[in-house]
């Protein structure tokens, strides 16, 4: 991906979004992908709560409308957490695949309840039954986004390390560039 300057956040994730879709080999309807772009754009503004998600997905709360939001609010969060903190949520006490599945359920249960209006509805099931797959969307959102960063530093240490932990070819051949010769199975030479 190149540097550009995105007229928007939506326009810059949707070309991201839309990378990420084809590097997992993941075949999404539009409105899913559109959500993606917008549940993205949505976390650069948004602060994550502490606010336990097992607790809230399991909650009864009688009014429907809030029922949906905290039942999208859960979905949204599992999705954004699984995506962009797998790496450190295997050092802590529940790990990705909690997340996936209070994602997973969350969908469903907000596709269910939505049965009514077909269009959304259809989107919150595509996200519940393809969780998993979007997930590995937004690590290579995640990626792709860190990515952009680094193409602005000279840091050879930074970027070895990322080489390490994601044998990413664009960082690889960053590092070629600054005169240092890596490979899937050696390091640097």
């Known amino acids: 991906m190149d540097v550009t300057l995105a007229a928007s956040v939506d326009e810059y994730f949707h070309e991201v979004v839309s990378e990420a879709l084809s590097a997992v080999d993941l075949d999404a309807s539009q409105p899913a992908s559109w959500y993606l772009v917008g549940l993205l754009g949505d976390f650069t503004k948004a602060r994550l709560t502490d606010e336990p998600l097992g607790i809230k997905l399991a909650s009864l709360v009688e009014d429907p409308g809030e029922r949906v939001r905290n039942l999208k609010q859960v979905g949204d969060t ?94 690889e051949k960053k590092l070629e560039a600054a005169g240092l010769i890596v490979g899937s199975g050696r390091g640097i030479q």
């Not at 903190?85 to 596709?111: I, K, M």
């Open 78 to 171: 599992s999705l954004y957490i699984s995506g962009f903190f797998a790496e450190s949520l295997s050092r802590s006490l529940v790990d990705v695949d909690y997340y996936v599945g209070l994602g997973q359920n969350a969908y469903g249960q907000l596709a269910r309840s939505l049965g009514a209006n077909r269009s959304i509805g259809e989107v919150y099931e595509e996200l519940a039954a393809k969780f998993p797959q979007f997930v590995d969307v937004l690590v290579q959102v995640r990626r792709r986004t860190q990515i952009a960063e680094l193409s602005q530093t000279t840091d050879v240490g930074k970027l070895y390390e990322i080489w390490l932990r994601t044998r990413d070819e664009w960082v």
